[in-house]
């Protein structure tokens, strides 16, 4: 396990609190709402390091695999900024740590979709690795379709699926919609890629709700589509700026790649002191990461080395995969 | 090869359009680099050079005193090189620049004879085909002829007489100074025979008031609305292009070529046609331009009465620099040094049979840096975001003392890989994919049909990967001479990559044919002269210059270029494709994609700061404007269709516009020579000198890509 030596708190990796469900729609409370955005917060920073390993992995990153991972990945960046405004319209205090890879799928319990993703798309990983079939699988997994789009209030207090918790978020925000405070530690950095769409929540209480609701529709209608036979993003959030496939929600462009050959990827080599030094390199930037997206979102505010500590992030994770080491994402617990 | 030979450098030169009496010196400086033997200060390179004193010009000097926009000299200069062993680059040989009575090997310079010849063969030429370029000239192929009206036979010589502009040549040195490529001035025309002058009396000059009794001759203030209809003038009288520049000698012997005034002139069939149409940025039949190029050779006389030929070079005249200090992140030096380097075997410790040496060190101030500089240099000139503008900034500070792997450019995650590929699918083309990859230019011509986006050359992209791995040096023991530093740093200040078709030279520079043998003791980057016989000329009537080089055509290729052979590749009138050439959607598009890039953003300004908008107390810059601004540049206002498409901004919507307000255009400059009274900052680059002027009420601010087409306009240039 690599060691740095500055690191902050945030690179000991932090296991996902699911949410508890709110069985009913009166039983709604701030706190509980708070939970719920905080983890969906959490889960969209979960793809990101996730995704963005494997797109990296790919050799030649024009290839049709390497652009719609791409365009995946620059989305979930909009999904955790579009989360982090609704959190913060509800006064929701985030701390974005280090995802923990390698157990679980550890979004939702998807035992209790039916059918079970995790028995059509298998074998499967979440540790970070190449884009090879076990990610893809779990990439399936991850933005598989609510298909039969259950009531939040039925018997089982889990939820079985992003578009589940989202559609259950979604009630909460109506419920408190009164606790909607606009332009409230609002991020904007992808206005110019959806400029038929609305962004940031600016309006108070109930006006709020509806730009609330268009962000929430945003992530889910881009992720993993509202359901299986109506898999389309509606025009407005549609990057028609350069996604190559702008209609694709994630869900089909993942079953889309499932189907295609798999693009060739760098291979690991053997562990030396290049490889060792890379890994540093590359959780030092994203140890910057994590900083910055805390003082982005926790503020509001975009600090002026925003740019550089993305860019370096990517360029880190890219140098380490060719030269043939994984990229890493957190420090050990006991470090 | 113990003999001391002679050259001229640079081996190209830059001469650029005004129409002003008035000229300054082209740059001898590298832009945006420290100026040589100034590293210290705070001016960077590329700016011109004020003709009397040799020192940078300030901003009060980019026009004369009428206002009117100075044209560019290129200057030339004589090297010695003694005690050659073999052909190397770096030149090992120690090297002299010759000057009036300086001493070469004993003997002392008496007098440096110049011949230069400049002509303009745009309008006898082919289209340019953006997306094939070189291509559609190979297996004895031709493009589409422009003119046809003016005879299917690209070779009849009544075709060529009447198309082809042509001053003849002209001889100066320190007794004869100065020389017009004028049309008054043909009993000038002479020409070298060795040391001798030899007057051409009858030499065939042409220039189209000489051939075409109705010309249409753009005027200034003119109402374009009008040339759209009824006949705008009639103008048997008027003359039009009547010279394409002037040549004369300094006191020290070396050459200075000013070019053309930036003249379009069009000719209508009779007196009652209408004004001839412009409505393509490239192949506009009908019209003439007074841009040229031809060789620059010269003779050495000694006060001993002996002489020494010397390896001549080449004069390109073209557009305005508009932004000489923005460096190019693919010039057209990078573009001529792969060509050698890969295909002239200029360096075989670089690159031998056929493959790069991977234990070569590129040394990171020749080879790295100046793309890292150029880098952070782009937001001068184009509308970029706030995190492309930061993320460029870490690019540019960058040193060779940081370790690759913790840079912005770890990995070369973020560089557009030169892979030309036999198929222009996107699924396998990296020039096919925006951003983040970069530079996030528009590409040009190549032999799989066009490339979407720009590339660094292959050379540039290797040496970049020998940084990434950290095989680099700092920088070279062995540094250019002063003669090979003029011949980089005059290549380096213009565009390449973009060849679509270019603002300077265009696709022919990375073609091998057009070279002299830089082993024979010519050096690199040298064009080969075809040797023109002008003492057979025994008919003023009867054109002298043929049809020219033609490239990939066996047996014509390898003969050498004449005059008007360097710039008839262009577009004609240049005036419509720098209009045109702001931003557009890639070509080819197979994603039917809306949205727009950069043609040439470093050779052609699209969104500026002036200086007169810029608080010196501020820390933020201000709101950028439109280079090319006021009354014509709204779609709307010509067009009541249009609807603001983004890719008509920043143009006049009306080509014809720009043949008449080209020289109203500002100039981007360092704060540091900005003299209007107050104090810049070195780190800013203004625009100034300005003369666009008019309300701007319909025109929404410049807004930062990524910028989105539509509204059905935007393809307005194909």
Sequence with gaps: MIKLVNASPLLKAKKLIKPKKVARDDLWTLDALHEHLKWAVDVELYTIPFYMAAMYSIKDQSTEAGRLIKSIVNQEMLHMQSAANIANAYGTELQICAPMYGGEIPHLDFDLDTPNPKDIYYPYSTAIGAFDIQRLNTMCIIEYPDWSAPDSTQVSDEYGSIGELYSAIANGCYHLRECIQGNHKQINHFERFYPDTQLTITESREQGLPQVNNLINLIVDQGEGVAKDAQYVPPEYQNRVDDVQPTWDHYEKFTYMLKQPLPETFAIEPYGERQKKLQEIQLSHFNEFLLIMNETFTTGNTPKDFATVMYKNGAAISACWQNGVLPVFSMSNES | ?718
């Design chain 2, 1 to 718: 090869m113990s003999k001391t030979i002679f050259r001229v450098h640079p081996a190209i030169g830059i001469a650029r359009v005004g129409n002003s009496e008035e000229y300054y010196l082209a740059p001898e400086s590298i832009a945006a680099l420290p100026q040589p033997g100034k590293p210290e200060d705070k001016t960077k390179g590329g700016l011109p050079l004020d003709p009397d004193t040799g020192e940078v010009i300030k901003s009060s000097q980019l026009r004369d005193q009428q206002g009117a926009f100075k044209r560019q000299a290129a200057r030339f200069r004589v090297f010695a090189y003694s005690d050659l062993d073999k052909p190397s680059y770096p030149e090992q040989a120690s090297e002299q620049e010759v000057t009036i009575g300086s001493q070469i090997q004993g003997k002392t310079v008496k007098n440096i004879k110049w011949c230069v010849h400049l002509a303009n063969k745009k309008s006898a030429w082919f289209v340019n085909d953006d997306d094939h370029g070189v291509v559609a000239y190979e297996n004895g192929n031709f493009p589409v002829l422009r003119n046809l009206p003016e005879g299917l036979d690209p070779y009849n010589e009544s075709r060529l007489r009447r198309l082809v502009i042509d001053a003849g040549p002209r001889v100066v040195d320190q007794n004869n100074d100065l020389a017009q490529f004028d049309s008054e001035s043909h009993t000038q025309a002479a020409y070298l025979k060795g040391a001798e002058t030899v007057s051409v009396a009858d030499y065939p000059f042409s220039f189209p008031f000489m051939h075409f009794d109705h010309l249409d001759i753009p005027k200034k203030g003119e109402d374009t609305k009008l040339c759209t209809g009824k006949p705008l003038q009639k103008s048997r009288e008027a003359r039009g292009i009547t010279s394409l520049g002037n040549v004369l000698t300094d006191s020290c012997g070396r050459l200075i070529v000013a070019g053309g005034y930036g003249k379009a002139v069009g000719w209508r069939l009779d007196s009652k046609d209408n004004p001839v149409p412009i409505d393509g940025p490239v192949n506009n039949d009908q019209w003439f331009d007074d841009t040229s190029d031809g060789p620059v050779t010269a003779v050495i006389e000694f006060e001993d009465g002996s002489c020494e030929e010397v390896f001549g070079g080449w004069v390109v005249v073209t557009d305005p620099s508009y932004a000489p200090q923005t460096l190019n992140v693919v010039s057209l030096f990078d573009e001529a040094y792969d060509t050698f380097v890969r295909k002239l075997n200029l360096q075989p410790d670089v690159f031998c049979n056929g493959r790069f040496n991977p234990e070569y060190k590129p040394a990171f101030d020749d080879h790295i840096k100046p793309i890292f500089k150029a880098t952070g240099q782009q937001l001068w000139n184009a509308y970029l975001p706030e995190i492309a503008i930061q993320a460029h900034k870490s690019v540019d500070e960058i040193t060779a003392n940081d370790d690759p792997d913790t840079t912005i450019l770890a990995g070369l995650a973020y560089i557009r890989q030169p892979n030309p590929g036999t198929e222009a699918t996107w699924r396998s083309q990296s020039i096919d994919e925006g951003a983040p990859l970069m530079p996030l230019s528009l590409g040009d011509s190549s032999e799989a049909g066009g490339k979407p986006f720009l590339t660094p050359t292959v050379t540039q992209y290797q040496f970049l990967h020998s940084w990434s791995n950290h095989n680099y040096v700092e920088s070279y023991t062995q540094k250019l001479g002063e003669g090979e530093y003029l011949d980089r740093a005059t290549l380096q200040n213009c565009l390449g990559g973009r060849f679509s078709p270019g603002i300077d030279m265009t696709w022919i520079i990375r073609e091998t044919a057009m070279y002299q043998d830089w082993q024979t003791g010519a050096g690199p980057f040298r064009i080969k002269h075809k040797p023109l016989n002008y003492a057979a000329i025994n008919n003023a009537n009867t054109a002298f210059l043929g049809l020219g080089w033609i490239p990939r055509h066996e047996g014509v290729e390898h003969l050498g270029l004449e005059p008007g052979d360097a710039t008839k590749f262009m577009a004609l009138p240049w005036h419509a494709d720098y209009n045109s050439c702001a931003i557009h959607q890639t070509s080819p598009n197979d994603l039917n994609s809306e949205t727009l890039y950069w043609s040439w953003p470093a050779q052609r300004p699209v969104t500026v700061y002036v200086a007169h908008d810029y608080d010196i107390n501020a820390k933020d810059l201000p709101a950028q404007r439109y280079s090319v601004r006021g009354k014509g540049t709204y779609p709307l206002e010509n067009t009541p269709t249009d609807k603001h498409d983004l890719a008509n901004a920043g143009r006049f919507w009306e080509y014809r516009e720009m043949l008449t307000k080209w020289d109203d255009i500002g100039v981007v400059v360092q704060g540091t020579v900005i003299d209007d009274g107050r104090e810049y900052s070195e780190h800013v680059y203004l625009e100034v000198e300005s003369m666009l002027h008019g309300d701007e009420p319909e025109l929404a601010a410049p807004k930062p890509w990524p910028l989105i087409g539509g509204s059905g306009t935007a393809t307005r240039k194909k």
